[in-house]
């Protein structure tokens, strides 16, 4: 945990992560500098999708998401992510179903929206059982957008004694930008959070080849 003196918002700012309560109504999009562009809406929006983009959201009861191709609005209750540049056909899917695919650290999901393509926009659901923690601390090459569904959990963001420990409830939103290492944490009760994966990433590892990678070998330091 942070035992310097430095703020969490210092240290929201300087990681890369936005947290937003439950109602709190607020937009957000993508930094200057993102490849990807996106617009969250969070709480009571009315949301406009362009010609050429698309929204992921939840409905009043969180039961249904859907993925609406523009050019559509609509009055969104709870979450939207829309995504500029993105097409597919419009979808819905319940959200009632339990997971079907293994993750790490006995963590389960169900891809609620795959990508059309790979390294599309995709839409997840991710269950993180109780006394449990999501991964080991990492990082993502673009935004994640993340809508609290149910549970109860933390989000741990930083690095070393450098950290921010938010707690997690549902209706809550975090977004962790780009490179912001993170992961997420339960103690008795299961989290279920909904991430929106502005770009997803193809599946054949190509981010790790490029030339600082190529021809890099790890040793054994002063062991």
Not at 31 to 57: I, K, L, W
């Amino acid at each position: 945990m942070n035992t310097k003196q430095v703020s969490q918002a210092e240290l929201e700012a300087l990681f890369g992560v936005k947290y937003f309560q439950a109602g709190e109504a607020v937009q957000v999009s993508a930094n200057e500098q993102d490849m990807y562009y996106f617009e969250a809406y969070h709480g009571p929006s009315q949301v406009v999708v362009e010609r050429g983009d698309c929204a992921f959201t939840v409905d009043e009861e969180k039961q249904i998401a859907s993925v609406l191709r523009g050019p559509v609005e609509f009055t969104s209750p709870h979450f939207t992510c829309v995504v500029r540049g993105y097409m597919p056909p419009n979808k819905w899917a319940s959200l009632d179903s339990g997971m079907i695919l293994p993750y790490v650290n006995g963590c389960a999901t169900r891809q609620v929206f795959p990508p059309e393509r790979p390294g599309d926009p995709t839409m997840q659901l991710l269950t993180i059982p109780p006394y449990s923690s999501e991964q080991a601390h990492h990082i993502h090459s673009t935004v994640r957008v993340v809508h609290v569904l149910k549970g109860r959990g933390f989000s741990i963001v930083g690095m070393n004694d450098m950290s921010i420990r938010q707690e997690l409830v549902p209706g809550m939103m975090v977004v962790l930008e780009k490179m912001c290492p993170h992961h997420f944490e339960t103690e008795g009760d299961a989290l279920v959070v909904m991430p929106v994966h502005v770009w997803s990433a193809p599946p054949n590892g190509i981010e790790n080849n490029h030339p600082m990678f190529n021809g890099t070998f790890l040793m054994n330091q002063g062991a």
